[in-house]
Nanobody, 124 residues
Framework: QVQLVESGGGLVQAGESLKLSCTASGRTFSSLIMAWFRQAPGKEREFVAGIGWVKRTDYGDPVKGRFTISRDNRRNTVYLQMNNLKPEDTAVYYC??????????????????WGQGTQVTVSS
């Protein structure tokens, strides 16, 4: 099994930056496609960013140009650098992983491993 633990969420003001981390254990991390999803109250879970086994990346339209996903396989960790945060970015952010799939899946149904989530709140 794979266990994913997110950290780094918090309360920030619009325009500020935040960096999320997700650390994996229980399986070879480098073999997984990793992604970040987010879910706001009353809304569907939304694809934010994904990174593949050769560090190809994909981003959801609302965060393109503002967010950057990266991974450090030596530390079994994936990161999400969030810049110029907006109130509409407020959500619970989830780390997700899947062993197979290319191009990077953008549907949450394609991911097998999930963290518990970390809250990001952006005030005006």
């Amino acid at each position: 099994q794979v266990q994913l633990v997110e950290s780094g969420g918090g309360l920030v003001q619009a325009g500020e930056s935040l960096k999320l981390s997700c650390t994996a254990s229980g399986r070879t991390f480098s073999s997984l496609i990793m992604a970040w999803f987010r879910q706001a109250p009353g809304k569907e879970r939304e694809f934010v960013a994904g990174i593949g086994w050769v560090k190809r990346t994909d981003y959801g339209d609302p965060v393109k140009g503002r967010f950057t996903i990266s991974r450090d396989n030596r530390r079994n960790t994936v990161y999400l650098q969030m810049n110029n945060l907006k109130p509409e970015d407020t959500a619970v952010y989830y780390c997700a992983g899947v062993a197979k799939g290319w191009p990077i899946p953008t549907s949450s149904a394609n991911y097998n491993y999930w963290g518990q989530g970390t809250q990001v709140t952006v005030s005006s």
